[in-house]
């Protein structure tokens, strides 16, 4: 790093910069049947020494996506819905569900890696009703549920019949939060554990 001093109604010249090529990352994000997601965020967390590096990405409407001017080191790669309705889940690469098996990518100066297609498996979906214990059982709506697992997050907002539906879920085990967020009653939250298998549906799952 440098410094020059600066004087009024004078040019500092000779403040010149050389540009270091970085890399680039693209592919397409597909679903099972190799349709192109759109809305799926890209995430490269990686290193080189001891520095920590990170790049983002989105797809579009085609699942294809592209990551410019990625600092040469070592990335994992991250796949999950950020806009996407679809019942996705999310995945690393390549197409593992664990952080531990994920296939790490070489980036260096003036590399262009190619064919990072993932296939984004179909998620684990909780789903149920939320009922006012002791008013007739009466359905509440306005009831925030969050799904908290080790490495997936859902959330839903009751409806008027009092249902709710969290997908994109990976295997696992979730504490499900129940609480007011937009419902004006007294009513105390409530905690639950539940068991998920990714493209499965735990149905049922009333409180």
């Known amino acids: 790093m440098c410094s020059s001093d600066l004087h009024a109604d004078r040019t500092t010249r000779g403040i010149n910069a050389h540009m270091k090529l970085g890399g680039e990352i693209d592919g397409i994000v597909k679903d099972a049947h190799g349709h192109g997601l759109q809305d799926i965020c890209v995430y490269a967390n990686g290193r080189t020494g001891r520095r920590f590096l990170d790049a983002f990405a989105r797809s579009a409407s085609t699942g294809q996506y592209v990551m410019h001017a990625v600092t040469p080191g070592s990335y994992i790669l991250y796949f ?15 197409n593992s569900q664990t952080r531990a ?4 990518i ?61 997908t994109g879920l990976t295997t696992g085990k979730y504490r499900l939060y129940f609480e007011r967020c937009r419902n004006h009653g007294d009513y ?19 409180v």
């Open 80 to 94: 999950y819905r950020c806009g996407n309705r679809g019942n996705f889940a999310p995945v690393f690469w390549k």
């Open 101 to 104: 098996h994920a296939t790490k």
């Open 106 to 166: 070489g980036v260096k100066s003036g590399s262009v890696i190619r064919h990072i297609d993932p296939v984004m498996p179909t998620g684990g979906v909780i789903a149920g009703t939320v009922r006012a214990k002791g008013q007739g059982n009466k359905r509440l709506r306005g009831i925030c549920v969050i799904a908290e697992g080790r490495s997936t997050y859902g959330f839903d907002v009751t409806g008027p019949g009092g249902n709710y539906q969290i």
């Open 188 to 206: 105390l939250a409530q905690r639950r554990s539940v068991s998920v298998r990714i493209g499965h549906t735990v149905s049922g799952f009333d």
